[in-house]
């Protein structure tokens, strides 16, 4: 028997004997157990090169199996296995191979998204696409169904906020909350199936090879001189921050734990929702409340980083987990917020960076510049938003669809050649069923479903809308929500909102945006000198009151997701 270190804790699988006193796993969906066992072993011998070369194997046919199911199966294939690629991830780093850890660590978040923009698959489901008019017409009856429930069932929106459960009355007499819950689960059930029955499913693609430098190297290539990629992951419960820069890629484990982090976030996220209601007064404490809690996060998550990247005026974000909750921009050092010392973009995985700056140079290539802008006050609750997607529209000399005209059918009419694309509305996100968050038009929501039925190469879809930034983190952390079927639908960059957001803040804050983007401005910059206007600006008046914008509230939503680069 190998010694082992005295007062060793076995923290996983526990295993104690002989490498030939293992059983041979013979079918292949265990395959991976015999080696990741193995490597255990060595590693608990401190035979760090022989349990590196186990853990390769398992991962490998962990990768082998993945591989022969449909692509739409294998969001929850790495559900209950992801400890093998956490415990490589570990591993890579007390070698001090930084560059394998990442690439590794890459392999677990969102690969169901990275398949199906790499071979551009199909999730579109529309009958009459299909020489098919009677699947068309049923889903087109379900739709119209679902929708009609859902809003009656749903309570009255706050008048001020793009953001909650707006309604109209739409059947009369209303029936009992209860009652419409039930429709609108039945119709959105039986529209579920239906899509799933009359869509191609997606087999596979073949099996790519395990993670070599050569798949960081694409990325780095990707990567200005001015612009550093950070990549946050967890492992047993810490946090891990790789940084990745066009010559180099380190990493550093960091001081906090996903408790702490979890604790904050929610203390955070309580502070933001008190924010609408409260007055000027008030208002100045939340801030300062809001400010101690985003040094506290600063100093678990970005102290460690700083001086490796204060040389870099641009920062890519890659989340992990529950920091897909957290706008980074906010974060704050008791002097001042990282917006005010980087421009901040976002990725769900570090390597979808090559596919966007792709997307971004095809969009660039094309010489037309159609701009749409959407405009829906929802019965005159957001009045702002139609001012803004009219203002929005005069500033890049496109075009504004306001109120009736605003509708699900205009979309699909200019998504084939729409460059830049703009909504604003009120959105909501369904945390239960994520399929059917979407944003509220004159003639129907514009789900994710719908969505996925659109191909839409634009340069920059903005959302200008509560909640379209939220996603559902999937196992393999998936990132359901709006924002990954607008990449799917080809879509190279987004600009989403995390929360629900205050109208008239949101009309001065994209009038901000366009103006740069207008002034030739690349999409990042003029994001962030949007933020730094709101930010310091005097404030607007509610209720004839004034209110600062000061609050991370008004200004820290709005984020931006893929190529940050020019239109």
């Known amino acids: 028997m190998f010694a082992l270190p005295p007062g060793h804790r076995f923290t996983r699988e526990q295993f104690s004997v002989e490498p030939s006193s293992l059983p041979v796993a013979t079918d292949r969906q265990q395959k991976y157990r015999r080696h990741y066992q193995l490597g255990n072993y060595f590693k608990r011998a401190d035979e760090l090169a022989s349990a590196q070369a186990e853990y390769q194997k ?9 591989a022969q199911l449909l692509i739409e199966q294998r969001t929850d294939f790495l559900a209950d296995k992801q400890f093998v690629y956490e415990d490589m991830v570990d591993l890579c780093l007390d070698l001090q191979q930084p560059d394998q850890a990442l690439a590794y660590a890459e392999l677990v978040k969102s690969r169901a998204l990275a398949d199906l923009l790499a071979i551009q698959v199909d999730l579109s489901a529309d009958g009459q696409h299909y020489g098919e008019p009677p699947w068309g017409a049923a889903l087109r009856h379900l739709r119209q169904a679902r929708d009609q429930g859902a809003e009656a069932w749903h309570a009255p929106d706050e008048v001020h906020l793009r953001g909650g459960a707006l309604s109209r009355t739409l059947v009369s007499p209303k029936p009992h909350p209860s009652a419409l819950a039930l429709i609108v689960a039945e119709a959105e059930q039986r529209l579920v199936t239906l899509w799933g029955s009359v869509r191609p499913h997606n087999r596979s693609v073949g099996q790519p090879p395990l993670p070599s430098t050569r798949a960081n190297e694409a990325i780095q290539v990707c990567l200005a001189p001015d612009t550093a990629l950070v990549e946050y992951f967890v492992i047993k419960g810490h946090f891990v921050a790789f940084v990745m820069t066009a010559e180099r890629i ?106 966007c700056t792709q997307t971004a140079r095809r969009t660039e290539a094309s010489k037309t510049m159609n701009m749409v802008a959407l405009g829906y006050s929802v019965g005159g609750r957001l009045p702002y938003a139609v001012q803004e997607a009219q203002q929005v529209a005069r500033r890049m000399q496109g075009v ?50 719908d969505i996925l039925n659109l191909r839409l190469p634009a340069s920059l879809v903005t959302l200008s809308a509560c909640q379209t930034g939220c ?35 949101t009309q001065q804050f994209m009038d901000q945006f366009y103006q740069k983007l207008a002034d030739g401005w690349t999409k990042g910059a003029a994001l ?40």
Request: with cysteine.
């Open 528 to 567: 962030q000198a949007a933020q730094l206007h709101l930010l310091h600006s005097p404030g607007g008046s509610g209720d004839g009151r004034r209110v600062s914008y000061a609050h991370p509230y008004f200004w820290a939503p709005f984020f931006l997701v893929g190529a940050s680069g020019a239109l």
């Open 58 to 66: 398992a991962i490998q046919a962990l990768e082998d199996r993945r």
């Open 250 to 355: 380190s990493a550093q484990r960091l001081p906090s734990t996903l408790p702490q982090v979890q604790q904050l976030l929610l203390f955070l996220q309580l502070n933001l929702k008190a924010v609408a209601h409260s007055t000027p007064t008030q208002l100045a404490h939340l801030t300062r409340n809001a400010n101690q809690l985003l040094l506290q996060l600063y100093k678990l998550l970005f102290a460690p980083l700083h001086g490796s990247l204060a040389a870099y005026p641009r920062l890519i974000i890659v989340p992990h987990g529950l920091l897909h909750q957290l706008p980074f921009s906010a974060l704050y050092d008791g002097q001042a917020y990282l917006i005010e010392q980087h421009e901040i973009s976002y990725l769900p995985r570090a390597s979808l960076l090559p596919y």
């Open 400 to 449: 504004a669809f306001v109120e009736e005209a605003a509708t699900t059918a205009q979309i699909r009419q200019v998504a084939g050649e729409c460059r830049l694309l703009h909504v604003a509305t009120h959105g909501h996100f369904r945390i239960d069923n994520p399929l059917f968050s979407g944003l509220a038009l004159a003639d129907g929501w514009l789900t994710l479903l």
């Open 471 to 505: 996603h559902l983190v999937a196992s393999g952390d998936e990132l359901l929500g709006l924002m990954r079927a607008f990449l799917i639908s080809g879509t190279s960059s987004l600009v989403t909102c995390l929360w629900a957001v205050q109208d008239q803040a």
